[in-house]
């Protein structure tokens, strides 16, 4: 795909209300998978690496690996799901650390 995770940063997506439901989610994730694709291809790295809803909570959560929460911003208002908050944010994989 391109995306050298070492020449990337990881971002927290937040999400409130209707768009965080379980079926909302799925469907979000699907367009957000193809805007990232289509704008990596334009030369802009970026990929979803997960999304997370808490129906009950009406809050759902999106990470993504970029270059920028520009490129980010962009991908989720052209998914039709504008981030309400887009936070830099530094993860743990399990791969990462052997313990």
């Known amino acids: 795909m391109g995306l050298k995770d070492a020449e990337t ?8 209300g209707q768009r965080a439901s379980a079926l909302a989610i799925g469907e979000t994730a699907c367009r957000l998978i ?9 030369g802009e790295p970026i990929r979803l690496l997960m999304a997370m ?6 809050y759902a959560f999106g990470v ?24 830099t944010a530094v993860g743990w994989e399990r791969s990462d650390v052997s313990c």
Do not use: K
Request: hydrophobic share 45%.
């Open 53 to 58: 809803a808490v129906p009950e909570d009406d």
């Open 9 to 16: 940063d990881r971002f927290l997506v937040e999400w409130y």
């Open 34 to 42: 193809d805007g990232a694709a289509s704008t990596s291809a334009r």
């Open 64 to 87: 993504f690996a970029a270059e920028s929460a520009e490129t980010v911003a962009q991908v989720c208002d052209d998914a039709g799901a504008p981030a309400e908050r887009i936070s």
